[in-house]
């Protein structure tokens, strides 16, 4: 069954504040075999919240996460993201299409800090498999 259109422009709740430390932004690092010596977190630091927050929207629409291929990935920045940052992410579907027997479904994140300004938006683009396809 296909994923429904009325989807297209609904945001869901932030997800928990996620305070950002060296001690996160280092093992971040540390899974793609780099090293971190301080300073601002790598660019692809928000898929932390960003994936947290496309968690949350799978569950809420009760869509399988293992009929997901991840299609795309942007990250918009307004500043860095830095240790000492508390962030949460609020996701937004963006839009959505069908094609053979396959949703695009396509999210927006915005990252923002504690004093609700955004940081960075985040864009994917999701392949859902439909049980049929």
């Known amino acids: 069954m296909p994923v429904d259109q009325s989807l297209v422009g609904r ?15 280092r093992a971040f690092v540390a899974t793609t075999g ?5 300073g601002p977190a790598p660019a ?8 947290e927050a496309m968690n ?3 569950e809420a629409e ?11 990935q942007r990250f918009s920045y307004t500043r860095p993201i830095v240790p000492g940052d508390v962030l949460s992410a609020t996701l937004t579907v963006a839009s959505l299409r069908q094609i053979g027997g396959a949703d695009i479904i396509g999210t927006a994140s915005e990252i923002t800090d504690a004093d609700g300004l955004v ?7 999701l392949v859902h498999r ?3 396809a």
């Open 130 to 132: 439909g049980a049929d």
């Open 34 to 38: 780099a090293t971190y010596d301080g």
């Open 56 to 58: 949350a929207f799978l």
């Open 119 to 125: 940081v960075c938006t985040t864009k994917a683009t």
């Open 62 to 72: 009760q869509v399988d996460l293992f009929r997901i291929v991840h299609g795309e």
């Open 11 to 25: 945001a869901y709740p932030p997800t928990q504040p996620y305070a950002v430390s060296e001690e996160k932004v």
């Open 44 to 51: 692809t630091f928000p898929i932390v919240l960003a994936f």
